[in-house]
């Protein structure tokens, strides 16, 4: 038996699998042409950062947009950054925003898909067939190196000054051993590493196509890069290269600090007989700071996790409204085009992201949010609210879910027609906004404008009381309005009034300040009648009342 064979057996005594076998096990998907098949493949740290989502959310538009799969796979292979739990803080978070992948891990220990396993700590074996192919062929090799050893080679380095540093060519002084030491070695137990013997020539450059950046020249990789460590984990480049391969993923979208890795993994992909797969690298996520800009850093910005937005009360529908205008710089003029489309209809595109970093922005986010929920209907951003308070304002919940009739009625208001209101970004917002359509959140404020004195308003407020019928549609709630002005000395023209301000108490629009102040606490508030209407008669006449009894003191 050649040396190689005796190594691959000495190392992989168990595996009995062939790469033909794995081949056969996850065969190519058929799926039609250009359907592209992606991945997002997080660490499990339980913190969903806003990047995160964001590219999480690039895989799944990704396959949607061309009939493909987009699937959900852990990266445990680094045990130190683990932490309990992990996988179901990420899972939520996707759930939370409605970010739903074809295949892969589903829960804590669940998984749907036949590409599987789809945890990298459970795939041991199918590392270890891979790399017992490389040993057998020559390609892959045991370096017993200790720490030790490593750091006094990169001192060596440092003070030659080699151009490149790390484990490649004569530094690479376990990638000569004769099989008789390698045997002697792994027969003591000697701890070791398995390297890849890299074909590499530092001299030579190779080019691939980034689909955001497009083509990238690089040197090619020299270094015999750590495939499995000493425990037989494997690292994140061989991982990738194995996983990436028998998923069949065609796309993989991931951040750009991977870029400098390329070279490693498409000689990875070479040395293991896989065809590569393309790249698409994404900028990380921005924010402006004193004119800069800077990554948005989980420990200095609250928005960097995704919690933050749930726990905001941000729609769902808002933040990946939000996320898409980020990633494709002309999704607001289709959205302004589309504006009932599902977001999922977008056109999106790779080469419209951008290269240099999005920029985050809150107000930005809000302004979305409030567009995305005036397209809401009234039971809607009820049923937002209810969910939202259930959770983050339990008082709130208490009042607003003893009559959900009566919330739908009064979210409805100012929603639905052609102007519909555009007051809320955020489901927290909602209580300030229709705190006095309920007695149990409303505290009257009788404040009037500087120009309207109490005996003015309780005469405005006798008045109205004696017209008020529920029964009046608005022309006529309003005409009715307009009818109290002349007798009382104001005039139910607002221009009239600035042309002659002097021959008037007021205008039309102080009337009505009066019965809305009266009935609200509030100066500025949405159509007044279908407010009076929401109320009915019996609170707003008692709401008139005591305002009345209020000015008369
Ligand atoms: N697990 C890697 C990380 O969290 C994923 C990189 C990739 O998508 O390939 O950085």
């Not at 056109?347 to 992201?353: E, L, N, R």
């Not at 951003?381 to 607003?400: G, H, K, M, N, S």
């Not at 629009?509 to 019996?538: F, K, Q, Y």
Request: charged residues 30%; aromatic residues 12%.
């Amino acid at each position: 038996m050649d040396d190689n064979l005796k190594l691959a057996e000495l190392l992989f005594p168990d595996v009995t699998e062939t790469v033909d076998d794995l081949e056969r096990r996850f065969p190519p998907r058929s799926l039609p042409q250009d359907a592209k098949v992606t991945r997002f493949a997080p660490s499990p740290t339980g913190f969903l950062h806003i990047g995160g989502l964001f590219s999480a959310f690039v895989d799944v538009l990704a396959a949607k947009s061309s009939g493909g799969i987009s699937f959900l796979r852990i990266e445990d292979t680094d045990k130190k950054r683990e932490i309990a739990d992990g996988v179901s803080g990420i899972i939520e978070g996707f759930r939370a925003f409605g970010v739903g992948f074809d295949e892969g891990v589903t829960g804590f220990d669940t998984e749907t898909g036949d590409y599987g396993p789809y945890v990298q700590s459970r795939r041991a074996s199918i590392y270890h067939v891979v790399a017992k192919k490389l040993v057998q062929e020559g390609l892959a090799y045991p370096c017993f190196c200790t720490e030790d050893e490593l750091s006094a080679l990169r001192e060596k380095q440092e003070a030659a000054g080699t151009l490149i540093k790390g484990y490649f060519g004569e530094w690479a002084t376990c990638r000569n051993l004769t099989f008789a030491e390698q045997e002697a070695r792994i027969k003591s137990g000697t701890p070791y590493v398995l390297r890849l013997r890299s074909s590499g020539d530092g001299t030579r450059k190779f080019t691939f196509d980034d689909q955001i950046r497009g083509k990238i020249e690089m040197p090619e990789n020299i270094t015999d890069a750590v495939l499995l460590k000493t425990d037989g984990i494997p690292t994140y480049h061989f991982a990738h290269a194995c996983d990436d391969h028998f998923m069949r993923v065609t796309h993989v979208i991931r951040g750009d600090e991977w870029i400098a890795s390329v070279p490693l993994h498409i000689a990875l992909f070479r040395a293991c007989g896989f065809r590569p797969v393309k790249y698409v690298h994404v900028a990380p996520v921005m924010k402006e700071e004193n004119g800069g800009k800077r990554k948005l850093s989980k420990r200095k910005d609250p928005e960097a996790a995704v919690s933050y937005f749930v726990e905001e009360g941000f729609p769902k529908e808002a933040v990946l409204e939000y996320l898409l205008t980020l990633i494709n710089s002309n999704f607001e003029d289709w959205r302004r085009a589309n504006p009932a489309a599902s977001l999922f209809d977008f056109p999106f595109s790779f080469k419209k992201m951008s290269q240099s970093g999005a920029l985050f922005d809150l107000v930005k986010m809000q302004d979305v949010s409030k567009n995305v929920v005036s397209r809401m209907d009234g039971a809607t951003v009820a049923q937002y609210t209810l969910e939202w308070a259930r959770q983050y304002d339990p008082d709130f919940y208490a009042v607003i879910s003893a009559d959900t009739d009566y919330l739908r009625q009064v979210l409805s208001i100012d929603r639905g027609g052609a102007k519909p209101r555009k007051d809320i970004a955020v489901w927290s917002q909602v209580k300030d906004s229709v705190s006095y359509l309920f007695d149990a959140l409303y505290t009257p404020d009788y404040t009037l404008p500087d120009n309207l004195s109490k005996a003015d308003a309780a005469q405005i407020l006798c008045a109205w009381d004696a017209v008020y019928d529920p029964a009046d549609d608005k022309d006529e709630w309003f005409r009715k309005i307009k009818g109290l002005c002349e007798p009382l000395g104001y005039t139910p023209n607002v221009k009239e009034y600035k042309k002659n301000p002097d021959a008037y108490r007021g205008h039309v629009g102080d009337v009505s300040t009066v019965i809305r102040v009266a009935t609200t606490g509030r100066r500025n508030t949405p159509d007044l009648h279908a407010i009076h209407s929401v109320l009915g008669e019996e609170k707003v006449r008692a709401r008139v009342a005591d305002a009345i009894a209020y000015y008369e003191q």
